[in-house]
């Protein structure tokens, strides 16, 4: 396990990065977890699908995939590979400070 320090807060991660206590994530915390990932500044879209994804983390108890969140956030699948390059489902959740969703490599 990692704590970050550089440009995000120190918080407990795993070997990818990913928040090892989701009750850590904060607003602050994804702008600088956004910009540690080379993203950002957050845009309402971005906010759009990290609310997205960590309400319907909370009501299904597990991080939506990537078809999830294009068909149910309002955010298609080519601005989610536009807000989030280079896998926009994990890296959406690490920004929301969820785990790795489940068929993410």
Known sequence: MTTMTDTVPEVE???????????????ELAEALAADAGIG???????????????DAAQQGTP?????ISKLSGVNMKELYQLFPKGP?????????????????
């Open 13 to 27: 991660t795993n070997e990818e990065g990913f928040l090892v206590n989701s009750d850590q994530w904060t607003p």
């Open 41 to 55: 500044p957050l845009t309402e879209k971005h906010w759009q699908v990290i609310t997205f994804c960590r309400e």
């Open 64 to 68: 939506p995939g990537l078809r999830r």
């Open 89 to 105: 489902g994990k890296l959406a959740a690490k920004v929301s400070g969820l785990p790795k969703p489940q068929g993410c490599i």
